[in-house]
């Protein structure tokens, strides 16, 4: 284990600094950070957005179970994962996306199939959520360390920016196209791996849209989403796979352009937005580009609409 994160109360967070001073950790200030403290190869950080404290280096397991858990969460988890979470090791399909919030590239789903076996293997070898692994190497490492762990399934599923516009003005709205892309995932599994009994995904519309998705293919499966589903083995892995798939489509087509292809809606990327356009017109923005977002407006006012006032989702 390399890193770990766990929310914090604010009496949690008060308690822990006191703990740190008394084991001999030396403070120093840190941007974001309510305080930041280092001993030997150990950081201990706690974000002021949370509050939550981020372990990082060598020693964590040692620092949760000896320090952390007993002292200042007062709960034991690390080691008792099959306890806290036993359907966690039961079979299993985990489904998760990657490029939903990222201007540039594609939507990536991807999808792994867990068991016992399997998600101790996983759990043995630090699999987590993407979100919470900053190097890109790490994320190419675990992906290789899934795709050959006897048993595991995944299935990726990249819909590339071309068509995903098409399919986003076919759907309307970023839910049913999520929807559908889930529902090819879990297809695509289940033709490897027919008996697989549920799929698990984080929450993010009504479970009818993948099951109506489904059922247009006669595909009977237990679906469940849940919020932080990404605590789920199969789920990180799968984030983790679609992650991957994300990032080297960015590398391979930044390098065909000549053009460095960000993440998110940062300035840099509106700024590559509008070399693109300048070189190769408005409708280039179509093939690396996901259009409804509100940055190609801003580039190119005259060939995309500005997208209507966000509604909240409702069953």
Same mark, same amino acid.
């Given at each position: 284990?390399?890193?770990?994160?766990?929310?914090?109360?604010?009496?949690?967070?008060?308690?822990?600094?006191?703990?740190?001073?008394?084991?001999?950790?030396?403070?120093?200030?840190?941007?974001?950070?309510?305080?930041?403290?280092?001993?030997?190869?150990?950081?201990?950080? #706690?974000?002021?957005?949370?509050?939550?404290?981020?372990?990082?280096?060598?020693?964590?397991?040692?620092?949760?179970?000896?320090?952390?858990?007993?002292?200042?969460?007062?709960?034991?988890?690390?080691?008792?994962?099959?306890?806290?979470?036993?359907?966690?090791?039961?079979?299993?399909?985990?489904?998760?996306?990657?490029?939903?919030?990222?201007?540039?590239?594609?939507?990536?789903?991807?999808?792994?199939?867990?068991?016992?076996?399997?998600?101790?293997?996983?759990?043995?070898?630090?699999?987590?959520?993407?979100?919470?692994?900053?190097?890109?190497?790490?994320?190419?490492?675990?992906?290789?360390?899934?795709?050959?762990?006897?048993?595991?399934?995944?299935?990726?599923?990249?819909?590339?920016? +071309?068509?995903?516009?098409?399919?986003?003005?076919?759907?309307?709205?970023?839910?049913?196209?999520?929807?559908?892309?889930?529902?090819?995932?879990?297809?695509?599994?289940?033709?490897?791996?027919?008996?697989?009994?549920?799929?698990?995904?984080?929450?993010?519309?009504?479970?009818?849209?993948?099951?109506?998705?489904?059922?247009?293919?006669?595909?009977?499966?237990?679906?469940?989403?849940?919020?932080?589903?990404?605590?789920?083995?199969?789920?990180?892995?799968?984030?983790?796979?679609?992650?991957?798939?994300?990032?080297?489509?960015? +590398?391979?087509?930044?390098?065909?352009?000549?053009?460095?292809?960000?993440?998110? #809606?940062?300035?840099?990327?509106?700024?590559?937005?509008?070399?693109?356009?300048?070189?190769?017109?408005?409708?280039?923005?179509?093939?690396?580009?996901?259009?409804?977002?509100?940055?190609?407006?801003?580039?190119?006012?005259?060939?995309?609409?500005?997208?209507?006032?966000?509604?909240?989702?409702?069953?």
């Amino acid at each position: 284990m390399n890193s770990y994160t766990h929310p914090l109360t604010t009496d949690q967070a008060t308690k822990l600094r006191g703990l740190l001073k008394d084991i001999g950790f030396e403070f120093a200030p840190k941007p974001y950070t309510i305080f930041f403290a280092q001993k030997n190869k150990l950081s201990v950080a #706690v974000y002021e957005k949370g509050p939550k404290i981020l372990l990082q280096g060598k020693g964590i397991e040692e620092f949760i179970q000896f320090e952390l858990e007993p002292k200042i969460l007062e709960q034991a988890k690390l080691g008792y994962e099959e306890v806290h979470s036993p359907e966690m090791f039961e079979p299993h399909f985990g489904i998760d996306e990657s490029g939903k919030g990222d201007f540039f590239g594609p939507l990536v789903i991807a999808g792994v199939y867990v068991d016992g076996t399997i998600a101790r293997k996983f759990l043995d070898v630090g699999i987590q959520d993407s979100k919470r692994i900053g190097s890109d190497a790490r994320i190419r490492a675990l992906a290789k360390i899934i795709r050959t762990t006897p048993g595991a399934i995944g299935d990726t599923v990249a819909i590339g920016p +071309e068509r995903y516009n098409d399919l986003y003005e076919k759907f309307g709205n970023l839910n049913s196209l999520l929807g559908w892309g889930h529902a090819r995932v879990i297809e695509n599994l289940l033709a490897k791996k027919p008996d697989c009994p549920r799929a698990l995904s984080d929450k993010f519309a009504d479970a009818k849209v993948i099951e109506r998705a489904l059922l247009q293919h006669g595909t009977a499966i237990r679906l469940e989403q849940r919020t932080k589903a990404e605590s789920d083995l199969a789920v990180a892995a799968a984030s983790i796979l679609a992650r991957e798939a994300f990032i080297d489509w960015l +590398e391979r087509k930044g390098k065909a352009l000549g053009t460095k292809l960000g993440r998110g #809606v940062s300035a840099q990327v509106k700024e590559a937005a509008k070399k693109i356009v300048e070189s190769g017109g408005p409708e280039m923005l179509r093939t690396v580009a996901k259009v409804h977002f509100r940055t190609a407006h801003e580039i190119a006012p005259g060939s995309y609409a500005a997208p209507p006032p966000r509604r909240e989702w409702r069953k």
